[in-house]
């Protein structure tokens, strides 16, 4: 089983967050099933950026960014390389949700090309596209359940 998430949600098992239980137990519960997190091209390199933004800030210590870095790395998430697929899918998907950016659709994209379901901490995706996109999950509202399932 394949699950698909965005730097949103990694970045919850790194870095000091409201709902970090949350997506602890969610990342337990994949662990346990086996379920491998597969994501866009941009995802490492918007999650380093905001450690690197972190420590810059002096949000977290310098010993802090280096092993929430290390942490990102061995994470395992699988990266799927068909970039022009992706592109393509994720600018379609920002026309038909009328969004103003790609970004977001990337992971989207991912989540339709692989068809599996997209877990984000991003609660304002979530209120802009849920109604019009099931497979999109938030992780505010994990309460268990069977794999990939909220």
Known sequence: MKICIDASLALMWLLPAE???RANALRKKWDAEAVQL???PLFYAEVTSVLREQVYF???L???GEEAFSLCLEMGVKILRDSSRIQKKAW???KKHNRTRTCD???LAVAEIEDCDFWTADKRLCNALAKKVPRLK???EFQGGGPGSQ
């Open 62 to 64: 310098p010993e802090e």
């Open 138 to 140: 938030y992780v505010g």
């Open 92 to 94: 379609e998907l920002a």
């Open 105 to 107: 659709m990337q992971y």
């Open 58 to 60: 002096q949000k977290l």
């Open 38 to 40: 597969i994501s866009a």
């Open 19 to 21: 709902l970090n239980d």
